[in-house]
């Protein structure tokens, strides 16, 4: 073989070789890069704010269902019932100090708030809502086949120690956090303003009229006179929490428009749309959080909103059919109560997108629709 044949031939070997090692180089990259188990931890950050019984257990265990999110349940909790004697605006401060350094995966906070120091996670209340803390590596006694199964975890996890629920917040490539004591978002600003943090806010709003009714079937004793302390708790009715919470949804808003730092990083969605149209709000949430939709998720997120079935064990305690639940307070509450949360929450339902129910009549009429179905918050 003449000499420029052999040199034309090598070059064209070495070019080969070069471009299949580029190849292998950006599979491997992309591969890595779409692991939860990053080896360059740049985490998004994003909290869900909410109020009690608005279905942010379920908007959270979307999250928690997915493999690249840490997820926390409730983290301002144990604040809470250690400082009962305090109001919820002396307690956003604690709370708000909390969640930051759980955003950097920093669990030694939470030691001054448990009741034994945080020697394990089982001082958590809430600790078997995560699904990460329910699986290895952070519970070795649990077999991966075997799923996420709330009672289980409880016993077999109980024993897992803070450092090591660090130490697997850090293998994610998202941490999420929900919370229904955040009252006033301007609290968050200076987490906002963290380089070092890319937090995002969800902010889940239902019909108060719905919530009402659910808070007809709960005892919130503890939490409502935190809410009212500063009001003075002294004569505490549902509609006087209402009225506090519902304006609290608004300023949540208000700010979230007013301000430059949450340009972008910010999206409220309604339950009722959560409820109805699961697919179609949890893949607009998705791209928000810069995560995709799995299979599995979406088939459990229609299973759960279509079935009216109890599974005890499982992610969510109850599946119901949304439609009937949207509807319920229509058929449970009397009129009377329902004009009153309607005038106590009357800014909240104009700015969500809820319409009054003018008489009895209206409020049984479930052909009448009382959810602006072309709601859009900006």
């Not at 080896?39 to 998004?44: E, I, T």
């Not at 009962?84 to 708000?96: A, F, G, I």
């Not at 009153?340 to 409020?363: H, N």
Request: hydrophobic share 40%; proline share 4%.
């Amino acid at each position: 073989m003449p000499l420029y044949l052999k040199v034309v031939y090598l070059l064209f070997m070495f070019a080969t070789l070069f471009v299949l090692s580029q190849l292998f180089f950006n599979k491997a990259s992309s591969f890595s890069y779409s692991s939860p188990r990053t080896l360059k931890w740049n985490p998004v950050h994003l909290l869900i704010v909410s109020s009690w019984r608005s279905g942010s257990s379920f908007l959270g265990q979307i999250f928690n269902h997915h493999s690249d999110v840490f997820y926390l349940f409730e983290p301002g909790h144990p604040i809470w019932m250690k400082f009962q004697h305090k109001s919820s605006e002396q307690l956003h401060y604690p709370l708000r100090n909390l969640l930051h350094s759980l955003y950097n995966c920093d669990m030694s906070p939470l030691r001054q708030y448990l009741p034994n120091g945080g020697n394990n996670i089982n001082e958590l209340t809430f600790f078997a809502e995560t699904r990460a803390l329910c699986t290895p590596p952070a519970c070795s006694t649990f077999i991966p086949s075997e799923g996420y199964d709330r009672l289980r975890c409880y016993h077999r996890c109980r024993d897992t120690s803070l450092d090591k629920m660090a130490e697997t917040c850090r293998m994610y490539s998202h941490v999420v956090m929900k919370t229904v004591r955040i009252l006033d978002l301007s609290v968050l600003f200076t987490l906002l303003e963290d380089p070092a943090l890319d937090l995002r806010i969800l902010h889940l709003v239902r019909d108060p009229r719905a919530v009402a009714l659910s808070r007809t079937y709960f005892i919130l004793d503890i939490e409502d006179h935190i809410v009212l302390k500063k009001e003075g708790n002294e004569n505490i009715t549902i509609s006087r929490v209402m009225e506090k919470i519902c304006r609290s949804q608004v300023h949540i808003n208000n700010v979230a428009k007013a301000a430059q730092a949450l340009q972008g990083r910010y999206m409220a969605i309604r339950y009722e749309d959560l409820a109805l149209e699961p697919l179609k709000s949890i893949n607009k949430i998705y791209r928000f959080a810069s995560l995709h939709p799995t299979e599995d998720l979406e088939q459990w997120a229609y299973n759960i909103t279509h079935q009216e079935q109890e599974e005890k064990n499982g992610v969510m305690t109850f599946s119901r059919e949304s439609s009937k639940v949207v509807q319920r307070w229509r058929t449970s509450l009397g009129f009377d109560f329902v004009e009153e949360i309607q005038e106590s929450c009357k800014e909240a339902m104009v700015l969500f997108g809820y319409f009054p129910a003018q008489s009895k009549s209206e409020q049984r009429n479930l052909t009448l629709d009382l959810v602006d179905k072309e709601w859009s918050i900006d």
